[in-house]
């Protein structure tokens, strides 16, 4: 897949184009454009033209992450905050283990629409429609009541300082770390929204039907390179996913051991039992580690977007290379989550510190 995207709004001439190639080179080159367009494959045109359209000119008009963000921005007025996140995403997790990973997807369905800025955590009003009914969070996307509680604690602490946004970002490196993966230092002063979307978490997300193409330009979007793509895939190492997402891959693909494929459709069949749950990692489900790429290798992705990163394509030997050196894609995660964090946070006088995450003040 080749397409061009340009560095501003406008696809006119002389506009600098960002020339990709994922399916060859895995790389971008920059250059000048003499005529007007945008290049896509007619395969990307036919699978996904609405939503990537969308995408692929939001990329063009985000401006680069700023902020003034720093690890130790409450250290003078709320010392406390991230002591208090992590004990309360502890006791949350000895609760039940499936909610770290539910707190960590939280995260990045926040900060993958409109920035990292707590939209994801409001209530529809009169105002708006919110995010949590669209139709990548709606029945899916968990944990709320946790960071509620873990927000009522901070208030107590410190009312009106910490936001919900920084706890998000906070709960979901602790969550990581509680399940056995790596540690990175999370940078604080994020601010909340005044609204939310539905329609922009609509065209935002990625999907499980997505192919690599997609995932390529929906995270290159978010400003996260094709390596950020492949590392960050790794949060599905935990967690669990319904019928209803992976019930194509396992009655349609080739790209599927055939007994993996059985043993899934035991449990879902050709239509109905959509709620129904299997791990995204079926050897160690509860536990973050690099099975996950082991599963690729081994044709054994739950999702047809999962099973696209080893497709005999640009992807294959990032997935080798985090199946056969652990420690290598530990540590492109943390770094791919540090980058995921800083997406377009609201800083200064933006947004707000909401008193209670579902609502605006």
């Not at 680069?64 to 720093?70: C, Q, V």
């Not at 977007?305 to 394509?313: I, R």
């Amino acid at each position: 897949m080749t397409f061009a995207l340009t560095s501003s709004g406008a696809l006119g001439i002389n506009s600098t184009a960002l020339i990709c190639n994922f399916k060859t080179t895995g790389s971008c080159i920059k250059m000048q454009l003499l005529e007007p367009f945008i290049f896509l494959s007619t395969t990307l045109m036919a699978a996904h033209k609405t939503t990537l359209c969308l995408v692929l000119l939001a990329a063009c008009l985000a401006a680069a992450t700023g902020g003034k963000l720093s690890p130790e921005y409450y250290s003078s007025t709320c010392p406390g905050a991230p002591a208090i996140v992590q004990a309360g995403v502890v006791a949350a997790l000895k609760n039940e283990t499936r909610m770290g990973a539910s707190l960590l997807r939280l995260h990045f369905h926040d900060c993958f629409v409109n920035g990292c800025d707590a939209s994801i955590l409001l209530d529809d009003n009169a105002t708006f429609v919110g995010e949590k009914t669209a139709s990548p969070n709606n029945k899916s996307i968990r944990g709320y009541e946790v960071i509620d509680k873990i927000k009522g604690q901070v208030e107590k602490e410190c009312p009106g300082v910490v936001s919900c946004a920084d706890i998000l970002a906070l709960a979901a490196r602790d969550s990581v770390v509680y399940l056995g993966g790596p540690s990175w230092e999370v940078s604080l002063g994020r601010r909340d929204s005044l609204n939310a979307s539905k329609e922009a978490a609509e065209v935002s997300l990625p999907e499980p039907t997505f192919n690599l193409s997609d995932l390529a330009v929906n995270f290159w979007a978010q400003g996260l390179s094709f390596r950020d793509m492949v590392a960050l895939s790794g949060a599905h190492t935990i967690g669990m996913a319904r019928c209803t997402t992976f019930r194509d891959h396992i009655y349609n693909d080739s790209d599927i051991e055939p007994s993996f494929a059985r043993s899934l459709q035991q449990f879902c069949p050709p239509r109905g039992h959509d709620d129904v749950l299997a791990p995204l990692d079926l050897r160690t489900p509860a536990q973050f580690d690099n099975s996950y790429y082991v599963n690729l290798v081994n044709y054994k992705g739950l999702l047809h977007s999962d099973q696209e990163l080893f497709h005999g394509d640009s992807a294959d030997p990032i997935v080798r290379n985090y199946a056969d050196e652990p420690a290598v894609f530990l540590d492109d995660f943390a770094k791919g989550m540090i980058k995921m964090g800083e997406i377009k946070p609201l800083t200064g006088s933006a947004g707000e510190i909401r008193k209670f995450c579902g609502k605006v003040n």
